[in-house]
């Protein structure tokens, strides 16, 4: 799956800005690809893109409406239904993260087959994968795991790629979930594959590289998590990173959807060292990404030098400070 | 998905008893649950039953067409064809370990539909999940673990439930792959789930149950297996197991399909522990079966001895002596 740029961002009308959060992420990420957005009477989100409609979107450039927005009981109403098709009659393949798949309404798959254009569900995997082979690929590879779900991964991931980029490394984010897909185009819901081919399709997202290439794949779940640590382990294998970053969130006690405690940040790396070297014995630990956003500034800082200090590991906020210092480790280690 | 019983067996016209694998292992745990084989001419196999044509199946009380074999190329041969839609016009459901889904044959699919019959493909789950929970469910688990892929974990398992209940025990095998669930007549293909719903599914194999009784769950994979250890990490957290015994092959170097060395017994005991503690903290070793298969008596009974001496647990050859010493074990520990 590749989907082509830029970008007519759908954004229906949805009743807050919660709703449209996918959206939201690429233009935090990719607003260059984003030619405008597109809103029906009544939207309470704004992606902050000039609003046009479907014909000024294609006269702009754009080659795919991206459905970065859930709706209200997860259906997909009728008149978000006919402004895809318009889309697809005026040229634009369509990319969704809705669960259902576009594929499942008639209008929308008839028209997609008439005019050629293009579905993507980044929901669901497109291709069909071989098995994990376990060997050694040239190229270097970083992955960002987690104490928990929903502790920052993914957007740390996509803050190092920026700042690899920044330092002069050659550096591509891999995305594992629906979201970064849209961000980078390209990627596996890996949570959504068979699972005989976790790791396979992790090989393939990060195939063989240039020796000085880095890969900076967006982590999923947790070993620690009851319900997603299978996920999480077939990327850890398949990925082989040679380096991991691990993402936490300080002020939360159970993980996402479960009572189970949190495990401690020094459990998490060493979990990962244990079961990474399997396909990577030089796996490390090359920072901490800690989602300070429920603490004041004064004890976000208090946190980090806490942390960073009992780790001896360069420990940041992403979002707050940056990730120069990660990146300079990086540098440090391998070059 | 529940397999109406008694089955009869068809074995095709397969060119060796090796294609027959499947349903010769339904022959050996469930010989009573089977009125008779149905081959046709050429086959080369033979199951050791009677040999009856659809109608004296049916007149002998089976209830299931029961395809345990696989036909080379992976096709299903037109003859085959027509011999299903006979059994379901006979009135048989067909429960089939075959690659391909019988519902993707038109004439299959129909002949089920018109006489309102179950076809039942095992390797691919028919239900949907739930996400793993992670809570303790009453009821005790015994989980067959592993240092690699076959070597052993689905038979261990069934020769455990037989000796559990002949030491009067409460114990029923649960089945994870698809020879497992024709021979439980119930189950689920947990490496073909969607990788969110691993863990999800096998607290749906395994539900709730009697305090004193035990779910003897078949493993799958290992968790030092490049290519599966997410399925077996997955099943770990999801079974919850009270108790597990680890398989082994004595005279296998590296892991199935892949290059990576055989993990040791210590490290499989230790990691099976470390991991499965996040969902029962009570989680022990019982004892350990090596498939000895490739050595002489002698040099079995010195390979059993010297593994259940270093890692001081009861350590057996299922199929050569039995695991009597295991059940043993458990009684001791769980009363």
């Known amino acids: 799956m590749q989907i082509e740029k830029p970008y007519l961002m759908f954004v229906g009308d949805v009743a807050d800005q919660l709703a449209a959060k996918t959206a939201a992420g690429i233009v935090d990420w990719r607003r260059d690809w984003c030619v405008g957005q597109l809103r029906l009477p009544g939207c309470r989100a704004d992606l902050g893109l000039e609003d046009l409609d479907i014909a000024e979107g294609v006269r702009r450039g754009a080659r795919t409406l991206v459905i970065g927005v859930v709706n209200a009981g997860g259906v997909l109403p009728e008149h978000w239904i006919s402004v895809i098709v318009e889309a697809l009659e005026a040229g634009l393949d369509v990319a969704s993260g809705l669960h259902r798949r576009l594929e499942e309404f008639p209008q929308i798959a008839d028209a997609a087959r008439h005019h050629g254009r293009q ?88 195939p063989e590289a240039d020796p000085h290439h880095w890969d900076v794949i967006e982590g999923q779940g947790s070993l620690f998590h009851p319900s997603f640590a299978g996920v999480t382990l077939g990327l850890l294998h398949g990925a082989q990173p040679d380096a991991f970053v691990v993402c936490h969130e300080p002020t939360r006690r159970t993980m996402r959807g479960v009572p189970t405690a949190l495990p401690s940040i020094r459990a998490v790396i060493d979990a990962t060292i244990a079961n990474g070297r399997l396909t990577n014995p030089g796996i490390r630990c090359v920072g901490i990404a800690v989602n300070t956003q429920a603490l004041d500034e004064a004890a976000a800082r208090a946190c980090l030098a806490e942390i960073g200090q009992a780790e001896a590991l360069p420990t940041t906020d992403p979002v707050r400070f940056g990730v120069a210092d990660i990146v300079k480790r990086v540098r440090e280690i391998f070059g």
Chains 1, 2 share one sequence.
């Open 119 to 206: 579905l993507h569900d980044v929901r669901i995997p497109s291709q069909s994968f071989a098995t994990g082979k376990g060997s050694k690929r040239s190229g270097l590879r970083l992955l960002t795991v987690g104490t928990d779900c929903s502790v920052g991964k993914k957007y740390t991931a996509l803050a190092l790629e920026r700042e690899m980029r920044a330092q002069g490394l050659d550096a591509d984010f891999r995305a594992t979930g629906q979201t970064g897909i849209l961000i980078s185009g390209r990627g596996v819901a890996v949570d959504a594959v068979v699972a005989d081919f976790i790791s396979g399709a992790a090989e393939w997202l990060s």
